[in-house]
């Protein structure tokens, strides 16, 4: 009987990060593996097309409108979230101020446990997601000088932390306005899965 082969202290340490805020890493990596993969496809058919021109009154409604519908599709089921994160996406395309928000957000999984360890993370999502160029996937894990079976198991990684560090800038905002009564105050919302039932950390 062969046994499972163990996560790596990098996966480990990434789903820790979503349990920490409420939420198991196998949804938080179906829902921002949607997020990935759509912005993707959706950036590349809109490349030539010019970006929604806004005031700075609509350009901060905007960002705290898509703030609010990213972290409230945690709530809901799988499916629900990811059909509300689908249509995020479609908006978000025509909208100037995300690529340097994506920017920030890769700065932070770079990071990720300490300086500069994420690097490669950091890499796997420019080239995968957010270059203007599409690239297939053996050409990034060449480019980036590792194997395809090591390529997919840190994509999954990216992904995950990606989406943590999109989640926590995303929830520190929203406190931060809701204190300065910028916005009117409710519940930070809570994670849609029974973390009790999950395999524990230290075991995966």
């Keep these: 009987m062969c046994k499972t082969s163990r996560k790596s202290e990098d996966y480990r340490a990434a789903a820790r990060m979503c349990r920490d805020e409420g939420h198991s890493e196998d949804r938080v990596l179906a829902i921002c593996g949607m997020l990935c993969n759509g912005y993707r496809?959706?950036?590349?058919?809109?490349?030539?097309?010019?970006?929604?021109?806004?005031?700075?009154?609509?350009?901060k409604?905007?960002?705290?409108g898509c703030r609010d519908t990213f972290l409230y599709a945690f709530e809901k089921s799988v499916e629900e979230s990811m059909k509300v994160h689908s249509e995020l996406i479609d908006n978000l395309i025509e909208l100037?101020?995300?690529?340097?928000?994506i920017d920030k957000i890769l700065d932070r999984v770079k990071?990720?446990?300490?300086?500069?360890h994420g690097y490669v993370y950091k890499r796997i999502l420019e080239l995968t997601y957010f270059d203007e160029e599409y690239r297939p996937n053996n050409v990034i894990y060449d480019m980036i000088g590792i194997g395809k079976t090591e390529y997919y198991a840190k994509r999954d990684i990216?992904?995950?932390?990606?989406?943590?560090?999109?989640?926590?800038?995303?929830k520190k905002r929203q406190i931060e306005d809701m204190d300065k009564g910028r916005i009117p105050w409710k519940d930070i919302p809570k994670g849609y899965d029974d973390l009790t039932k999950l395999v524990p950390i230290e075991e995966l």
């Design 111 to 116: 990071d990720f446990r300490w300086k500069d």
């Design 61 to 64: 409604e905007s960002k705290l």
């Design 158 to 170: 990216a992904i995950i932390v990606f989406g943590m560090q999109m989640w926590i800038y995303c």
């Design 96 to 101: 100037a101020w995300f690529k340097p928000q």
């Design 41 to 59: 496809e959706k950036f590349q058919g809109a490349n030539n097309t010019p970006h929604k021109k806004m005031t700075d009154g609509q350009t």
